[in-house]
């Protein structure tokens, strides 16, 4: 069983930054992971994700540029920065993981583990 909890979100006026946290439990070893975020009234959208090998990634065309996900295998750790942010980022984002040894996925419903969310809201 893997648990994700997500810190860092917060209150931030636009052209902000943020770094959001997910910390894992359990066995993680070569999972992917990825954040989605979801706005009042949406659907649950594909942020960014990354493979255990951190030099594969994808991001959504919305954010490309400007958030950088990362992460600290050994202390089991996936990071979101956030730079210039907009209010339309504002919503809760989820970390989720995938794997062992699954590929990467922009699709909500390939993941496996969902942290709580934590929200971020941009002000203009």
């Known amino acids: 069983q893997v648990q994700l909890v997500e810190s860092g979100g917060g209150l931030v006026q636009a052209g902000g930054s943020l770094r959001l946290s997910c910390a894992a439990s359990?066995?993680?070893?070569?999972?992917?992971m990825g954040w989605f975020r979801q706005a009042p009234g949406k659907e649950r959208e594909f942020v960014g994700c990354m493979s255990w090998n951190p030099g594969l990634k994808d991001y959504a065309d919305s954010v490309k540029g400007r958030f950088t996900i990362s992460r600290d295998n050994a202390k089991n750790t996936v990071y979101l920065q956030m730079n210039s942010l907009k209010p339309e980022d504002t919503a809760v984002y989820y970390c989720a993981a995938r794997g062992p040894l699954k590929g990467l996925t922009t699709d909500p419903r390939a993941m496996d583990y969902w942290g709580q969310g934590t929200q971020v809201t941009v002000s203009s």
């Open positions: 359990g066995r993680t070893f070569m999972y992917s």
